[in-house]
């Protein structure tokens, strides 16, 4: 984009000397004689730089100077003088001007400095530009969510190995989002990107059907292969395949995975001509390789093919503090397919969810969540809102971490208490035995309620 200088000068002669030096410099160069009509073509249009006398007919330089500061703050404004003074310095850098220019004006002078002040703008802009996308990067990276070290640090090998090749095996517990990792590994690679990203679940395939799946087939090469059908590799060519639960590939189809991996080649099922293919091989597993290794249920040669770059994704247990964030996102995406919209999540329910351990990872965090802005009457989740396991088991760890339990679980606690007691017909012995504590407690906790 052309650079813009708007010249404000009352000296015909220098205005023009000026211009023609800065035109030919390149930039977009506009004039006025005095500060009304430089007030004015500001109103109107924008410029970068401001080149002002300090005298004018109508009004000083640094009158100029103030209102570029006030009503145009991204200008940077050039000071110009015949009577220099330390003075006259010091006042016109007080109120904000890039710097000032000492009359006759040498063209060479005018030139380096406002090369400096375009190369200082370009520098702001550019560290605001990385601020803004730091500040982005630290809890969203493509659809992941995560501001936590351990995700930061996921962050930083696919930046790095986003225009590669390179393998990659993707190690964590079910739920964790190995698959969303996944992907943003084919959407940060520019050469990849706009192909496809085939996503395959090994263990949900029957091994009798997965060679077929993987690599496809030609007709007759068993009986219900009517017709050629293609596999997964070649819907991926020039894109990724996700292997997931790698671990459920059979030996046969290792010994095959490795070839690819090694030739970039197979054949079909049934076929002897070799199919070539680009793709990029991501697998995924929550098993322990070397230990299947040991078992022999795994080759030690694909492990090491694979295991070219290794991320060990986090369980949500090991990174509460995505939690809320986590929360913020999945709410965001029920309320854009719900009738009726949740605004948020109450701090006790927060609290409870900090200290749940989350088994199911951040798949168990989405569904229960969907599952609550579903049944909840109101628009705000709270406690009783979640299942009463969820509560019970980050109970458990509120009680081991010295948390004050009883108020987070107050309100549960009156309701199951309520219950049992409306399905007994407040009979408080039955109540006790259906809650399996006995009576003494159970009015203990009636009179703390104030149920009696």
């Known amino acids: 984009m052309t650079k813009s200088i708007l010249i404000i000068e009352d000296d015909a002669l220098v205005r023009e000397s ?3 030096v800065l035109n030919l410099e390149g930039y977009r160069v506009s004039m006025a004689a ?13 410029v970068d730089v401001v080149l002002a006398d300090l005298r004018l007919p109508d009004c000083s330089g640094l009158d100029l100077l103030k209102t570029c500061a006030e009503n145009y703050p991204s200008i940077d404004v050039l000071i110009m003088t015949s ?13 904000g001007a890039a710097d000032y220019l000492v009359k006759p004006i040498h063209d060479d002078e005018i030139k380096i400095l406002l090369k400096r002040i375009f190369e200082m703008r370009e520098l702001k802009e550019e560290n605001v530009h990385l601020k803004e996308e730091l500040s982005e990067k630290r809890s969203h990276f493509h659809d992941l969510i995560g501001a936590d070290a351990k995700m930061q640090r996921i962050y930083q090998i696919i930046r790095a190995i986003q225009d590669t090749d390179t393998t990659v095996l993707l190690k964590g517990e079910s739920g964790t989002g190995k698959g969303m990792i996944a992907q943003a590994i084919h959407y940060s690679d520019p050469a990849r990107n706009q192909k496809a990203f085939v996503e395959v679940s090994c263990g949900a395939i029957p091994r009798e059907l997965l060679e077929s799946e993987l690599f496809g087939h030609v007709k007759g090469a068993f009986t219900s292969a009517i017709r050629d059908r293609i596999g997964r590799f070649e819907a991926a060519d020039g894109g990724t395949v996700l292997l997931d639960e790698i671990d459920a590939l059979p030996p046969y189809l290792q010994v095959k995975l490795l070839r690819v991996l090694q030739q970039k080649s197979f054949e079909r099922v049934g076929d002897t001509q070799s199919m070539h293919v680009d793709v990029r091989i991501i697998a995924a597993t929550n098993r322990n390789l070397e230990e299947e290794i040991r078992k022999g249920n795994f080759r030690e040669d694909l492990y090491y093919r694979l295991n070219v770059i290794t991320i060990e994704v986090p369980a949500l247990r090991e990174r509460r503090g995505d939690i809320p964030n986590l929360i913020e996102h999945f709410l965001k995406q029920f309320n854009a397919k719900m009738p009726r919209k949740i605004r948020g999540v109450s701090k006790e329910a927060v609290k409870v969810m900090m200290e749940y351990d989350w088994p199911g990872n951040v798949r168990e965090l989405e569904n229960l969540l969907e599952r609550a802005c579903v049944l909840s009457q109101g628009d705000i989740l709270t406690v009783e809102s979640f299942p009463e396991n969820l509560l019970k088991k980050a109970a458990v760890n509120l009680a081991s971490n010295g948390s004050p339990l009883k108020e987070v679980l107050r309100e549960p606690e009156k309701r199951v208490i309520v219950e049992a007691l409306e399905q007994s017909g407040w009979n408080r012995k039955k109540a006790a035995s259906m809650l399996n504590i006995n009576r003494t407690t159970l009015y203990n906790k009636m009179r703390k309620h104030n149920l009696l």
């Open 18 to 20: 000026l211009y023609e």
């Open 34 to 46: 005095d500060g009304r009509d430089g007030r004015a073509f500001l109103e109107k249009q924008t």
């Open 83 to 95: 009577f220099a003074t330390v003075e006259t310095a010091v006042e016109a850098m007080k109120f």
